[in-house]
């Protein structure tokens, strides 16, 4: 049986202001440390070791991980960085309230843009400031692949060829593995890894800082899965990111 470890970020300041956030890179709030640190804790007090950690190209990911592994005393493990692990891009979303959209569009239309499988957002303009074309940290990533917005289908796209070519083989290869990663994902992720279907994802959240164990099976099928730590506050935490899309 294989282990590997998934864990949403710490809160960021802009999951505390309640903005659509995608591939902006803003950091995390002193709530977002302390959970990271908490993360490590858990982790550690759980028996966790880890051989190799993957995080994404945006700093509130790899913050937590920085973080946890600091509480570990494993600030030494390799660190790869992975574009393709970083949150959906939320498009010409990205930076508006989640509560006034709501109230603008419905709850109905935010809750189709937040997690419908197939319907993206509308996009950022192509010569939006915003955009990441000329962005240092995807010098060698092809002009194409670098959206504009994404559904979660197109996070799923860019995400399984790093979970087949690089995160699979490390497990097979036997390496224990932290992912810190974001909401949309790891969603990605685990809707292809449990088969979860395109209208049940939409029930799915992940809450901030929580580290999320799957086992899997030799043929990397998960076995079963679970939080660590405090499973009323994690079910609370999971409650509140399904309501930050609702009109207050
Ligand atoms: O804003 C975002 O990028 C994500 C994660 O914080 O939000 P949501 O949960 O609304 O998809």
Redesign the pocket.
């Known amino acids: 049986m294989y282990k590997i470890v998934f864990m949403r970020h710490g809160e960021?300041t802009?999951?505390l202001d309640n903005?659509?956030?995608?591939w902006?890179d803003v950091d995390l709030t002193e709530k977002g440390v302390r959970e990271a640190r908490s993360a490590g804790t858990v982790l550690k007090e759980a028996g966790f070791s880890f051989d190799l950690a993957y995080t994404s190209v945006l700093k509130r990911a790899i913050r937590t991980l920085w973080l946890t592994l600091d509480e570990m005393d494993m600030m030494w493990l390799p660190i790869k960085n992975d574009w393709r692990l970083n949150?959906?891009h939320?498009g010409a979303l990205?930076g508006l309230d989640?509560a006034e959209t709501a109230a603008k569009y419905g709850d109905a239309q935010v809750l189709v843009w937040?997690?419908s499988y197939d319907t993206p957002p509308p996009p950022l303009a192509a010569d939006d400031p915003r955009n990441s074309f000329n962005d240092p940290r995807y010098a060698n990533v092809a002009k194409e692949s670098i959206p504009l917005t994404e559904c979660l289908k197109d996070t799923v796209a860019r995400v399984m060829p790093a979970w087949d070519e690089e995160i699979a083989p490390a497990i097979r290869a036997g390496k224990q593995i932290l992912i810190s990663a974001?909401?949309?994902s790891l969603r990605a992720l685990i809707k292809m890894l449990d088969g979860i279907s395109d209208e049940d994802i939409v029930g799915l959240?992940i809450p901030n800082g929580q580290p999320l164990v799957y086992e899997l099976d030799a043929e990397l099928k998960p076995i079963r899965h679970y939080y660590l730590g405090d499973q009323e506050a994690i079910a609370a935490a999971v409650a509140a990111?399904a309501n930050?899309?609702k009109a207050r």
Not at 19 to 22: A, H, K, M, S, Y
């Open positions: 960021s802009w999951n903005r659509f956030t995608g902006t949150e959906r939320y990205q989640k937040r997690r974001h909401g949309n959240n990111v930050q899309g």
